[in-house]
């Protein structure tokens, strides 16, 4: 798995280099992905909706975490990362979907969508079932996420705005298929005509009342503002380290009994693949839990891998704040040291409030 890591630095580098990559800014807060085009993007305001969205939640005191290869915006928007792609299309951005939710692992999605079908005249009678694919491509790749689709606000040209009050009046039918998790905003009535700088793009202004929209719409869902500790029974899930920003991983793929855990970047592969049970385990490739070592209760006992056995070295409870308890020893699984490096060591400790023992699911 490692073979190609030299590779895929220099890589990094000379994207860094050439400003087609960024480091993404991380906070540890519920990973919100704003999905679009070039009002998510926030054209002629960078930043858009998303600077009030960070004013007014963060004021809130929620925790929140832009997540995307985008980034724009003020010094004053805490968190510049997004997923806005100006000019692209609704089956655009599906091309490139599954790779984001891979990379970014969201627990909200917030979309608008579908301005540049309308400004395309891009098979507009099919435009609809486009969105619904997306949707059922999210409910597949993220069945966890909470999404939110935004209708289309208004253009200031006639013929335009009536082919997005079409594609509005199908998105209620569209998101009450997908399920309770997907839910609709009505964005249209939120920025008038005024409040637009160029007949498509919002004003400042319209920006704002965008981002207020966002808000309320988010804050009706209390989940979609707090950032998921528990993984559901059955699911496969990554299981992150915010601190660090990387995930529980088995080094080199082994399957060895006994095989000491540690963090390393979140690639949704294999052996970062966890699935807790009715029983309180954590199975990585099917029959292998994780375990703590003879179920001995000194702190720095390591977090293994063992063949699945029943017993309550393999058993877990879930605090609220984050915390993965050992119901044998009572005790939490840590990040040796607060370290944030790949590679770093899982072991188990007195159970504490740092961000060594805090864990969300991806």
């Not at 993007?41 to 969205?53: A, S, W």
């Not at 997908?178 to 249209?188: C, E, I, Q, Y």
């Not at 319209?206 to 309320?216: A, L, P, S």
């Not at 609220?320 to 590679?343: H, L, P, Q, R, Y």
Request: with cysteine; hydrophobic share 40%.
């Amino acid at each position: 798995m490692r073979k190609g890591f030299l590779g895929l630095a220099v890589l990094a580098l000379v994207l860094s280099l050439t400003g087609t990559a960024h480091a993404a800014e991380s906070n540890g807060g519920v990973r919100i992905m704003p999905l679009g085009a070039s009002i998510t993007d926030g054209f002629n305001v960078p930043g858009g909706y998303r600077i009030k969205m960070w004013e007014l939640l963060t004021a809130a005191g929620y925790r929140i975490d832009f997540v995307g290869s985008g980034s724009n915006g003020p010094a004053s928007l805490g968190d510049h990362d997004h997923e806005g792609h100006s000019g692209w299309r609704i089956d655009q951005i599906h091309a490139q979907l599954n790779g984001w939710l891979r990379s970014y692992a969201p627990r909200s999605i917030l979309i608008h969508l579908g301005t540049n079908d309308v400004n395309q005249n891009y098979d507009l009678p099919n435009a609809p079932a486009r969105m619904g694919a997306l949707l059922d491509a999210i409910r597949a790749a993220a069945p966890t996420a909470q999404v939110f689709v935004a209708t289309l606000v208004p253009e200031s040209d006639p013929v335009a705005e009536a082919r997005i009050q079409a594609f509005n009046a199908a998105l209620p039918g569209i998101v009450a298929q997908r399920g309770p998790l997907v839910h609709l905003v009505d964005m249209h009535s939120v920025v008038s005509q005024s409040e637009l700088a160029d007949g498509i793009h919002p004003t400042a202004a319209g920006y704002d009342k965008m981002g207020v929209r966002w808000v309320e719409a988010m804050r009706a869902v209390p989940a979609s503002l707090d950032a998921q500790v528990l993984p559901p029974v059955g699911s496969p899930v990554m299981i992150a380290n915010p601190q660090s920003g990387k995930c529980l991983d088995v080094p080199q793929t082994s399957t060895v009994d006994g095989t000491q855990l540690h963090i390393y970047d979140c690639l949704g592969s294999t052996i970062q693949t966890w699935t807790r049970t009715a029983a309180g385990e954590l199975r990585v490739y099917g029959n292998k839990c994780l375990d703590v070592d003879h179920s001995r209760p000194a702190d720095g006992t390591k977090i293994q891998i063992w063949t699945c056995n029943n017993s309550d070295a393999q058993r877990f409870t879930f605090t609220a704040d984050g915390a993965i308890v050992n119901v044998a020893t009572g005790k939490c699984v840590d990040v040796a040291w607060s370290g944030v490096e790949n590679g770093t060591l899982v072991h188990q400790w007195t159970c504490n409030p740092s961000g060594a023992q805090r864990w969300t699911v991806r």
